[in-house]
């Protein structure tokens, strides 16, 4: 993956009691590092590892060079004068706090919920292929709700139009309802590449949404 990418790819932050309390991108996770705010979780043959910035660069480097690897899955931030692997998962090494109870109502969270699906044809489509559609529409008082807002493809926001879906001849693919967790952090977990994420992310925490 191109260095631009990586940038922004996905990590899990964990507060310094080792529980899951955010997800930033690769930007700010290495910023954090280089602040010495927080140092890389590794999980390395079923044991805990923790690295500074500059051992996590040099270990990255050793494990690339030996062929030790533990996936393919890990992003390379690549620049003229260094090369490093974006870490999976960091720890705050002072922030003891909880996660945040509520999820935030907006874009990224609605696509994340309905995974990207039409809500009416059930098709996944690329998030630029996607709108939100009020499934009661404004002009009949319809509001900007978790209940009331949900994916739609083109062909079919067009074909609903300023109408009720059962009036449209149409029907949901499934209810919208606000989400009990973070749903983009669902979506990340049924990826093998997010797969060292589980252990940090038990029963007891998913009654608390990351945010």
Request: charged share 25%; with cysteine.
């Amino acid at each position: 993956m191109q260095s631009s990418a990586a940038l922004e790819s996905s990590v899990l932050v964990l507060n310094k009691f080792f529980t899951a309390v955010h997800i930033v991108n690769a930007k700010r996770a290495f910023a954090l590092l280089f602040k010495e705010s927080a140092e890389v979780v590794s999980i390395d043959n079923g044991q805990y590892n923790s690295y500074n910035f500059s051992s996590w660069l040099d270990v990255s480097l050793y494990k690339e060079e030996y062929g030790l690897s533990d996936d393919d899955a890990h992003e390379w931030i690549k620049t003229f004068s260094l090369e490093i692997k974006v870490p999976k998962i960091i720890r705050l090494l002072i922030y003891d706090k909880l996660p945040k109870a509520n999820i935030k109502f907006n874009r990224k969270n609605i696509f994340a919920r309905d995974e990207n699906r039409c809500q009416y044809c059930g098709k996944k489509f690329p998030t630029l292929e996607l709108s939100l559609d009020h499934v009661i529409p404004r002009s009949q008082g319809g509001e900007s709700t978790w209940s009331n807002i949900v994916c739609a493809c083109t062909e079919c926001n067009k074909r609903k139009g300023g109408l009720r879906a059962h009036a449209a001849g149409m029907k949901l693919f499934r209810k919208p309802v606000k989400p009990k967790h973070y749903s983009i952090l669902q979506l990340k977990l049924k990826s093998n590449k997010y797969h060292s994420w589980k252990q940090f992310l038990d029963n007891a925490y998913w009654s608390v949404p990351l945010e």
